[in-house]
């Protein structure tokens, strides 16, 4: 439980317990509790609050409620798209331990709106941060464009902003804006991801060509091809069709080192080859000196 205090309603949410994983839809109604406009300073408090986020960094103590305040607390701002927000949640994205609240972070970005474009633009543009927490201010670009398609071009431009110095850009970070841009249907961009490609400035594990150009509709997406389980089962090995290993001849034991004929001339000048006597004693006295030497 986090030491700073909070006043009700926002307390509530200290002891809500586990989100579910849903979309945005799904998510509870956090105004229900009597949360409105005239909290949003103390939910900003929260979803900032070191104490809560030392849970997840350093205790990741699943059991602990408080565990999840901070995401209610986020969502909450969501839900009453709070403008106010959108500069001061924005350091949340550096946060390397909290994955979940960052995720998160972007779909309230979508639901705050157009208003918090110009935060999210400054930071995406400061390549101080890292990669990782760019590219989310760049799902949040995108989430604002999906909920409010008079503010599409408007952040469209913003990610085309950046990507356009793709060769100083990070080729992971280059990926995951093309990303957004290809999850956008943004085929204006196009000529200038084709360049960045060809610049082989695009880390192709997080996207390839073909997928942007199957994402824009020009070009026809390869069925997912399923293999045929009755078939699978059919071609399988029977037991016929094992070889069977009970008439192979075992191998051959010797009572003595089998000797060989020696050809080769160096071999020739060697010392006389002891003779194994099968003397466990002399055997191991043997090991045990030569085991000295190394």
Not at 152 to 163: H, K, M, P, Y
């Amino acid at each position: 439980m986090t030491e700073t205090p909070y006043t009700p309603p926002v307390d509530q949410l200290l002891t809500y317990g586990e989100p579910d994983l849903v979309k945005v839809e799904g998510w509870p109604d956090y105004l229900a509790l009597g949360i409105g406009p005239e909290d949003i300073p103390e939910l900003i408090r929260m979803a900032k609050d070191k104490q809560i986020h030392d849970i997840h960094e350093e205790e990741y103590d699943e059991d602990d409620p408080t565990f999840y305040a901070a995401v209610h607390a986020i969502r909450a701002l969501g839900q009453l798209h709070a403008e106010a927000a959108a500069y001061p949640l924005l350091p949340l994205f550096d946060e390397p331990g909290d994955e979940w609240i960052v995720e998160e972070l972007a779909k309230v970005y979508g639901m705050i709106g157009p208003s918090a474009i110009p935060a999210l633009a400054s930071y995406l543009r400061d390549d101080s941060h890292e990669t990782s927490s760019r590219a989310y201010a760049s799902n949040g670009l995108a989430a604002i464009a999906k909920r409010h398609p008079e503010s599409r071009s408007e952040a469209i431009a913003v990610i085309t902003q950046v990507l356009e110095q793709f060769e100083e850009n990070d080729p992971e970070l280059n990926g995951l804006l093309i990303g957004d841009l290809a999850d956008l249907k943004a085929t204006e961009t196009l000529p200038l991801i084709e360049r960045a490609f060809e610049a082989d400035r695009v880390d192709e594990f997080f996207i390839d060509l073909d997928y942007v150009l199957e994402e824009f509709g020009l070009k026809e997406r390869k069925p997912l091809e399923i293999p045929d389980l009755r078939s699978l089962i059919s071609n399988r090995p029977t037991s016929e069709d094992i070889p069977s290993y009970e008439n192979t001849p075992s191998q051959p034991t010797y009572s003595e080192p089998p000797s060989f004929p020696v050809r080769d001339s160096y071999a020739q000048r060697l010392p006389t080859p002891i003779k194994f006597s099968g003397n466990k004693k002399q055997g191991k006295g043997k090991k045990q000196k030569a085991h000295k030497k190394r």
